[in-house]
């Protein structure tokens, strides 16, 4: 069996770390893990998404995901998870911070682009029960820290159990990925309800 | 043997470190850059690894290198092929005593660079063997082939992934630091007989070359990764080692998939078991393995190639047909069955393999859900923009400041500042290649005089390719001011050192070669430095330099604000403002935005550069910011 993700925001909100820790705590269970992720050009405020494909054996060749082939959307920014949406499975999940990143062209002209409509869209095309809108940014603020919104948002997209990992298979890989310094609060916003 | 999650570029750096590469050499580009910085991070004891001033320089070093028995590789991005031609052209004809592989990555889209060129192309030019991976884990085992026949037959190699390969993640199998190759080098042998390049030496090499390459298709043919499967039946990933090539199992399908580099992973992939259709992976477009193709279209119908950029494969099985007299319909991009240009997706692949291993056309369904379902609002563009606090944005604003109401041309460069050119700054008028932005605006300035000509260019590629041009403008007596944009790092790339640093790719702290030097040592009579972020004075400085005659260099300094810390944030005091929106209007910095109305700072962006403070005409910002 094959466990599609896809994860998206904006640049600089720190998907990559998210992708390490998934794959690593699949590696840890003995999955294949392949992952394509944007960098370059396209970092400096543009729309980034990585994909990420586990496997418990079946053949697995190419790091990207086909239209309606993911289980689950992590989006750090619900109007990136509108664009990322026609990947989505049918029933399949959708976890998505609920605050909207102005980009800068939107400021200049002035034109409207707020979370409202993006979250009302997102209730009605998604599965009842499949669409989980989390405040990550005051969740990671409240922790003193805006940096660990990703390990929030990380921590909602495992307790759905659609990704066949555990909150114990990321917790037990921490101290792999994140300098130790910082493990005490990851472990805190990946916990947090 | 061990497992690891690895980028790409990571699984090249440590499969070329198992191939016991002794010298890395490189100029930094989007795909390529991690390469050389993993054999860096990676380096074993008597690995020398340098990032050169630019893919030319790279190239003659590792050239060099390999002349005297070393296991040597160059890495760069497509468009620095183009910089390292003129030695690479000549070097085909040399050769090498060492291992040499000259790793290219080619960006379909394209994503990060100016054209969408394909290195294979150029392997075929320069007539030297080209390897092309399909996956991280092909991508780590195939380096250390090319090593080994690069060594094999004394020339320099082509490895070409693509953006997709190089950055992409996965779980693979790599050997541990007691399997590597070791290999000690003997050190360059005189004999100008060899190393000498004269008409004499090209002409006997020429047909030697030639010779070399009509048997390595044959030897092609044998290397294992270039294989013919059965459909997507083959169980086990595209990296499990091949069973040699299964013609005999093959269906009795009359159609055929050709395909190379992450094409041939999503047709497997698109595939996904189907069996009505045999492929041809093809590891070497070059030289081509005819021997195995002849034995792919052999009783076949129809071949659809799938492939990125240019029409390599599909080209080359076309020639095969006609050479060989096979009756075979070879379909792709020179028959408009796929699209000429742009990245294959794993949906356009699928489309492709469908249309063509369906029997009837393809009848357009209309899907009522999808009509009566809600249409989703619009989603917001999100184009690249210059971070909140780069030092280039008020670099710009002083220039545009100091400008205003007078005829001029804005020619830009290669890096971030290529960013310049959104609005409202609108401050890059050209941008064609590394170091032209410099001769661009000279030719301008020869056909409109009064026009006031500036060239803006980075500091790393000022050093790569900007000096020549800057020799030129002098000579020939043009008029035109250089703006050296300064942040002490090649920033675009990920913050590669460079000889302005004073660091090397090694970690050693070495003199720095001063910008206003080099510029003195020209002949400038008007070379000065600035703080970008002192912006009257940045202004005055655009100014005065506009009463000098001949060329005119600013170096505004300022580090790039994604490796300094922040200087605080800035504050909009809500009583002052008066809501005009000047600082909006001017500067477009991503960290001053409207919340219900009201101009605010974006804590989590702003760098507390105090461009927008000194910008508002009422003093409303303040905070801590730069003074």
Redesign the interface.
């Known amino acids: 069996m094959i466990k599609n993700i896809v994860l998206c925001g904006v640049g600089g909100q720190g998907t990559v770390l998210a992708s390490k820790l998934l794959a690593a705590a699949a590696m840890e269970k003995g999955f294949t893990v392949m992952s394509a992720e944007t960098i370059g050009m396209a970092q400096r405020g543009g729309n980034v998404f990585s994909n990420i494909r586990i496997s418990d054996g079946e053949a697995m060749y190419a790091p990207m995901i086909g239209t309606g082939e993911a289980d689950l959307i992590l989006a750090f920014e619900p109007g990136e998870a509108v664009r990322m949406l026609p990947f989505l499975k049918k029933d399949g999940f959708v976890i998505t911070n609920t605050r909207a990143v102005k980009p800068t062209t939107a400021t200049l002209t002035g034109s409207g682009y707020d979370a409202g409509p993006m979250l009302e869209y997102l209730q009605k095309k998604v599965a009842d029960g499949h669409l989980m809108q989390v405040d990550g940014d005051s969740a990671a603020a409240a922790l003193g820290n805006p940096r660990v919104l990703n390990v929030v948002l990380l921590g909602a997209a495992v307790r759905t159990g659609a990704l066949g990992l555990t909150e114990e298979d990321i917790l037990n890989v921490m101290g792999k990925v994140i300098k130790e310094k910082f493990l005490d609060l990851n472990r805190k916003a990946f916990t947090l309800a | 043997m061990h497992?690891e999650?690895l980028m790409g570029n990571a699984a090249i750096a440590l499969g070329a470190i198992a191939a016991g590469v002794d010298l890395v050499a490189g100029y930094p580009g989007?795909?390529s850059t991690e390469t050389l910085e993993n054999t860096a991070k990676y380096r074993p004891e008597g690995l020398y690894v340098e990032w050169s001033v630019n893919e030319k320089s790279a190239m003659e070093v590792a050239a060099g290198a390999a002349y005297a028995g070393a296991r040597t590789m160059v890495t760069m991005k497509q468009v620095g092929l183009n910089v390292a031609s003129d030695p690479l052209m000549s070097l085909e004809y040399i050769g090498v005593k060492g291992g040499m592989v000259i790793m290219v990555a080619d960006d379909p889209g394209p994503?990060?660079s100016q054209t969408e060129q394909d290195t294979r192309h150029f392997a075929y030019f320069s007539k030297l063997p080209c390897f092309d991976p399909?996956?991280?884990q092909e991508a780590y085992d195939m380096i250390q082939d090319a090593f080994a026949y690069s060594e094999e037959y004394g020339t320099p190699v082509f490895f070409r992934p693509t953006t997709?390969i190089c950055?992409?993640?996965?779980?693979i199998n790599v050997k541990d630091a007691d399997e590597y190759k070791k290999n000690s080098p003997e050190g360059f042998i005189k004999d100008s007989k060899r190393w000498v390049i004269f008409p004499r030496l090209s002409n006997a090499n020429h047909r030697k070359i030639e010779a070399r390459n009509e048997k390595l298709k044959d030897v092609f043919s044998e290397y294992p990764r270039n294989m013919i499967l059965n459909g997507g039946a083959n169980?086990?990933?595209?990296d499990a080692a091949p069973e040699v090539s299964a013609v005999q199992s093959v269906t009795a399908s009359k159609k055929g998939i050709a395909a190379g580099g992450?094409s041939?992973?999503?047709t497997?992939?698109a595939l996904h078991g189907r069996t009505d259709a045999r492929v041809f992976k093809v590891a070497t477009p070059h030289p081509f393995p005819e021997k195995l193709a002849v034995e792919f279209l052999t009783g076949l119908d129809e071949v659809l190639c799938l492939e990125e950029l240019d029409p390599v494969i599909e080209r080359e099985l076309t020639y095969v047909c006609g050479k060989y007299g096979l009756d075979v319909k070879i379909r792709g991009k020179l028959t408009h069955d796929t699209a000429n240009a742009g990245e294959n997706?794993?949906?356009l692949i699928?489309q492709y393999i469908n249309s063509f291993l369906s029997e009837q056309e393809n009848v357009a369904v209309v899907d009522q859900a999808a009509i009566e379902?809600?249409q989703?609002?619009?989603?917001?563009?999100?184009?690249?923009?210059?971070?909140a606090g780069c030092p280039h944005r008020a670099s710009f604003y002083a220039v545009k400041v100091a400008m205003k109401r007078q005829k001029t041309i804005f020619c830009g460069d290669i890096g971030?500042y290529t960013?310049g050119n959104a609005?409202?700054l609108d401050m890059c008028d050209t941008c064609l290649c590394m170091g032209a932005g410099i001769n661009i605006a000279q030719g301008v300035y020869r056909i409109e005089p009064d026009t006031k000509a500036f060239a803006f260019v980075g500091d790393s590629t000022f050093f790569a390719s900007a000096i020549t041009g800057i020799i030129n403008a002098v000579y020939n007596q043009a008029e035109m001011t250089v703006c050296i944009l300064d942040n002490s790092t090649t920033a675009?790339?990920g913050h590669q050192p460079h000889p302005g640093t004073g660091r090397t790719m090694m970690g050693e702290v070495v003199a720095k070669v001063s910008i206003e030097a080099v510029l003195r040592g020209i002949g400038l009579e008007f070379v000065e430095t600035v703080d970008p972020l002192d912006l009257e004075k940045a202004v005055d400085t655009v100014k005065r330099a506009q009463e000098v005659p001949g060329v005119k260099a600013i170096i505004f300094k300022s580090p790039c604000v994604a490796i300094t810390k922040p200087k605080g944030k800035a504050a909009v005091d809500p009583d002052k403002c008066i809501g005009c929106r000047k600082c909006?209007?001017e500067i477009?910095?991503?960290g001053?935005?409207?919340n219900d109305g009201f101009v605010c700072i974006d804590d989590?962006l702003c760098t507390g550069c105090g461009l927008c403070a000194l910008i508002c005409p009422v003093g409303s910002i303040g905070g801590e910011v730069h003074d």
């Open positions: 497992s999650f989007t795909p994503i990060s399909t996956s991280v997709r950055h992409a993640y996965a779980s169980a086990g990933a595209a992450i041939f992973a999503l497997m992939e997706s794993l949906d699928k379902a809600p989703p609002p619009a989603i917001p563009i999100r184009p690249p923009v210059l971070c971030c960013l609005m409202p675009m790339t909006i209007r477009g910095c991503p001053i935005v409207i989590s």
